[in-house]
């Protein structure tokens, strides 16, 4: 039962351009979310995030859309850059501290020049 | 300022035997995470503990697998008896304690069973 759902496995998008990777979730527990971006042979790498009292939240080129009735948030990167290259996974955690995190499957994002 | 830090990156073993994975989490952090990456897939929560204890179990499976984290000294991940379903990226992420969700990611050690 997948929690976490990313339902595009690629997405590729041009240099300059806006790149939006989708996130839906069917746990309504879930009140924190968590984008990370991951290179091949490397750990995960936190990104950005937002709390579900929230429906927004930016930082630098990165942006975090939350839309709860519908389930949903995304992640924008605007502008998008070759060095963006690479899977970005969805994660959201229940209430309280230090819960455990459920990923999606990731999206393969390649930007090109 | 030395992130979360997994060894070996790469670990081969035989059918039957044991691996044993380890973490040392990022320095203030006492909150520590395992999750498993198979291929294709995303990261799947396993363990969570603190100093001396185990908070959830969870995700661990019941046999073969056991974690600890002592109060002097590195995580441990420990399978034995290592079957070729057991092949897969194994991630360690720690936190600074209550109240903050974040997680931080070493670079994972990949299990190969022969």
């Known amino acids: 039962d997948q929690q976490v759902k990313q339902n595009s496995p690629s997405l590729s998008v041009q240099e300059g351009r806006i790149s939006i990777l989708n996130c839906d979730y069917t746990?309504?527990?879930?009140?924190?979310f968590l984008w990370y971006k991951k290179y091949p042979a490397e750990g995960p790498t936190f990104l950005i995030s937002?709390?579900?009292?929230?429906d927004k939240n930016e930082d630098g080129r990165f942006t975090v859309f939350l839309n709860k009735s519908a389930k949903h948030l995304s992640l924008h990167i605007v502008p998008s850059q070759p060095g963006d290259s690479a899977v970005y996974f969805c994660a959201a955690s229940e209430a309280g501290a230090n819960s455990k995190l459920t990923f999606g499957k990731g999206i393969t994002l390649s930007v090109r020049p | 300022n030395a992130g979360v830090m997994q060894n070996p990156r790469h670990l081969v073993r035989r059918r039957g035997q044991e691996a044993r994975l380890r973490c040392s989490p990022m320095k203030g952090h006492s909150h520590v995470y395992w999750y498993r990456q198979l291929p294709e897939e995303g990261l799947k929560f396993m363990v969570y503990?603190?100093?001396?204890?185990?908070?959830?179990e969870s995700g661990m499976p019941k046999e073969r697998f056991s974690a600890e984290f002592p109060k002097e000294g590195p995580s441990i991940l420990r399978i034995q008896q290592v079957v070729r379903g057991d092949s897969a990226a194994y991630f360690c992420a720690s936190s600074p304690g209550l109240y903050y969700n974040e997680q931080f990611f070493g670079p994972g050690t990949r299990l190969t069973v022969l």
């Open positions: 746990n309504s527990m879930f009140d924190y």
């Open positions: 503990l603190q100093k001396e204890n185990i908070i959830d």
């Open positions: 937002i709390s579900s009292i929230k």
